[in-house]
């Protein structure tokens, strides 16, 4: 489903990211689902460096992904996806305990192993070579180690958590992906399969490219969008 600037459903997403976080933006998380059940959605490019000062009406930190779904505005993905998830049961079970699994991977994705990437991120990349990152590094590896044992035990010979592909699915692989180039996964061949079969679904692919395609060559300057240096 390619972007379609006529769609009702417009997804707010940064024009331009550094290097490193270029198909790791929150904005994958709603287009992948989009791409799932093949609805069409528009883009609403903004600059991460200067952010419009009406973002933040929309969402208070200046943060993507946002929604306008014919005029329902929502942030934070997790809400996004469990909106996109109403729409179509192939995103969210309508049988009641597979729905309520479901709910339960959602939040357990960005409540029980997001937080833990965030710190990650935070030692290994924007805090790199600082003494009190290399002192919590180890500690904080075996906590994550600790968390992908429980999950790789739950979700155990499954092909998905819930045993159907969801929206729960959407938002743990995305979180896992954080962990990607270290051997948290590869230490943990259930979930390094899991994260694969995710990545290798055509809809994976088609939302990445089209993150990747929004992203422009280097950062606008503010002039770029209107705006006084």
């Known amino acids: 489903m390619a972007v379609d600037p006529q769609a009702s459903l417009v997804i707010t997403a940064f024009d331009w990211v550094p290097d490193f ?15 799932e059940i093949g609805l069409a959605y528009a883009e609403r490019l903004i600059s991460a460096v200067k952010r419009p000062a009406e973002h933040f009406r929309d969402q ?34 309508v049988d009641p305990q597979l729905r309520a ?5 959602l939040f357990a994705a960005f409540n ?12 290994t990349l924007f805090a790199a070579g600082e003494p009190w990152a290399e002192l919590r590094r180890p500690s904080l590896m075996a906590f ?17 958590l819930t045993g159907q592909f969801s929206i729960a699915d959407i938002a743990m692989v995305t979180v896992l992906r954080e962990a990607q180039d270290t051997d ?20 994976f692919g088609r939302a ?4 990747l ?13 209107g705006e006084t240096p």
């Open 21 to 35: 976080a270029r198909g790791f933006v929150r904005d994958l998380r709603p287009r992948w689902a989009c791409e």
């Open 60 to 93: 208070p930190w200046g943060q993507v992904p946002v929604i306008d779904d014919a005029g329902i505005r929502l942030f934070e993905s997790g809400a996004i996806l469990l909106h996109l998830g109403e729409r179509h049961p192939d995103l969210l079970p």
């Open 101 to 105: 699994d479901t709910l339960s991977w």
């Open 112 to 123: 029980s192993v997001e937080p833990m990437m965030f710190e990650l991120g935070t030692v």
């Open 144 to 160: 994550i180690g600790g968390r992908l044992d429980r999950l790789a035990t739950a979700l155990g010979d499954r092909e998905w």
């Open 184 to 203: 948290l996964l590869t230490e943990r061949p259930v979930l390094a399969a899991y994260l694969a079969r995710a990545t290798a679904r055509p809809a």
């Open 208 to 211: 990445l490219a089209a993150q």
């Open 213 to 225: 395609a929004a992203f422009g060559d280097g950062p606008p300057s503010p002039t770029q969008h």
